[in-house]
């Protein structure tokens, strides 16, 4: 059955990706695959592209099974014996693997049911997509909300029909035939993949999290990728409809904001400002005009220890760390000379921009999540859902607590090399709390690791702190903050912070914690 995955994936014929990297072996560029290439079926396409909006690549793989590997499935499979071949792809991005998706096909009453089970790194439901429903009855499997049950599954739930999974009536044959396939294909995936590194240079991870489960009744869960990391909605209310409504706003909202400031994406309005000449004016969006004039505040605020404008030397550092090269002094100082202020010029009234300088480009990586953040805050809020927490790729905003006179408990990840434990705990309730730290993205040449933060006065990687984390009202302050906080260290003064109600938390290379401006919490001991 996995086999037809490996059919359709040979058909998947790519263009070569990536091409400003060092030139690729014949092999790697063989592996490389983008999605709606020729031969690809739309299917598969719009479900890798749903899944996976950022990814730059899609490589097919095969992996054969080996004899005591089919032994330790034998018996554990629902819906098949223990396959010879595994097919499936990763989807990448700059290289760092963002999950992988298999096709598979089980058979509902007769015919067969084409699907695609979407991963996360860690072999967790991402989505399961139905492909191709063949059969005349049983198609509620299609159903959105039917297929949103299996999100965040792993080889550990027992995905059972009638307790995990909710049966349809009418369609119990398609229910158990996709759930015990979704089923076995995490069983395989757990017993192929668990000893890959699931977290390469630049792969997006949250430095924070929500701790500990949480048991409120009514809490609804929804999650989707999204700006290239996971958007995780946790909000309690008994009137799921509404949050569904909520939720779907906010995601579009939020996909939208997306489509406008992504430097992913060669179509994004930053995109087309960074490529447009030198002199050329760009029209700008009001949602663009408004984060810029915030990143201008910020920026400012933080003594440009956060800047938009350091895009050039982002790019500098991040191709390096491809090529696995550092760049030139000289290389750093024209980066540097591009990443100023004035490279740019701002026209608020007219609605647009242009580029001063031939290498100049903003970047919004730094301040555009929180910016979202704050977005999907006002979609609850307008529906009057107040008892919410987001968690955006380890950004998190929270509203109301869960209950009455509560926040939620949420902690701060020590960011330190075989750190198994968290490094602080607080309860988070009206405010957003953000992280930068230099354990999940940053790259290594040589062995030598350094930050995804780039110091805007040097045009080097920063290197501050281990982590900082800024408490703040708004979720873009927080964003834009901890990175400025990142870059400047605990010697930064704490005015900027003290006038906007904000404070911080560092973790200093000698392992001492600072705390600025009554930081809430505890540290997490051992
Ligand atoms: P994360 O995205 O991990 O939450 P940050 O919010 O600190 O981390 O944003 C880091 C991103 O912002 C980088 O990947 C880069 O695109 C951009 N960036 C790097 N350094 C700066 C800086 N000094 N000012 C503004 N943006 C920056
Ligand atoms: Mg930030």
Not at 463 to 487: H, P
């Amino acid at each position: 059955m996995v086999l037809l995955g490996f059919c359709i994936a040979l058909l998947c014929v790519g263009t070569a990706s990536g091409t400003q990297a060092a030139a690729p072996s014949p092999k790697q560029s063989l592996e490389r695959r983008v999605p709606g290439a020729v031969g690809d079926s739309p299917e598969v396409c719009a479900a890798l592209a749903r899944a996976f909006p950022d990814a730059d690549e899609f490589v097919p793989r095969v992996i054969a099974l080996s004899e005591a590997q089919r032994a330790e499935l034998k018996g554990a499979l629902r819906s098949r014996a223990a396959p010879r071949l595994w097919s499936y792809r990763e989807a990448r991005r700059a290289g760092v693997l963002l999950g992988r998706a298999v096709v598979d096909d089980v058979i509902g009453k007769s015919l067969p049911i084409t699907y695609m089970l979407l991963l996360s790194p860690e072999n967790r439901v991402r989505a399961v997509e139905v492909l191709t429903y063949r059969e005349s009855h049983g198609g509620e499997v299609r159903r959105d909300r039917w297929r949103a049950q299996f999100a965040g599954a792993d080889a550990s739930t027992a995905l059972k029909l009638g307790s995990d999974i909710r049966s349809i009536a009418g369609a119990t044959m398609s229910c158990r035939a996709l759930t015990d396939g979704v089923r076995d294909l995490l069983l395989i995936a757990d017993a192929l993949h668990h000893s890959e590194s699931a977290t390469p240079a630049w792969t997006a991870g949250p430095a924070a999290t929500s701790a500990g489960p949480l048991a409120h009744e009514g809490l609804q869960v929804r999650e989707q990728l999204l700006m290239g990391t996971l958007l995780e909605l946790r909000v309690v209310t008994q009137d799921r409809a509404r949050f569904d409504a909520a939720a779907d706003a906010g995601f579009a909202r939020v996909a939208e904001l997306e489509s406008l400031w992504s430097t992913w994406r060669e179509d994004s309005e930053i995109s087309r400002l960074n490529a447009a000449s030198v002199g050329q004016w760009c029209s700008l969006s009001s949602a663009t005009l408004e984060l810029v004039a915030r990143a201008k505040e910020l920026g400012g605020a933080s003594a440009n220890g956060f800047a938009m404008e350091s895009g050039a030397a982002v790019e500098l550092w991040r191709r390096a760390e491809q090529l696995q090269r550092a760049p030139s002094n000289a290389e750093i100082a024209a980066a540097l000379e591009a990443s100023q202020a004035g490279a740019f010029q701002w026209d608020f009234e007219g609605g647009r921009a242009r580029r001063l300088h031939g290498s100049a480009r903003i970047d919004l990586g730094a301040i555009g999540k929180g910016a979202a953040l704050d977005a999907l805050a006002r979609e609850f809020e307008a529906r009057e859902l107040r008892r919410a927490l987001f968690n955006f790729g380890g950004q998190l905003l929270a509203m109301e607590g869960p209950q009455d006179g509560a926040g939620w408990p949420v902690q701060i990840r020590d960011p330190r090399p075989g750190a198994t434990q968290a490094l602080w705990e607080l309860e988070l309730r009206n405010a957003s709390l953000a992280t930068s730290a230099d354990d999940q993205r940053g790259g290594a040449i040589d062995g030598l690791r350094f930050s995804h933060i780039i110091d805007p006065r040097t045009g080097r990687p920063a290197q501050g702190s281990w982590s900082c984390s800024v408490l703040a009202r708004s979720a873009t302050e927080a964003d834009a903050l901890s990175t400025a906080c990142f870059v400047l260290g605990a010697t930064a003064d704490s005015e900027t912070l003290t006038k906007r109600n904000a404070s911080r938390l560092v973790l200093e290379f000698d392992g001492r914690i600072l705390r600025h401006n009554g930081f809430p919490g505890l540290a997490v001991t051992p």
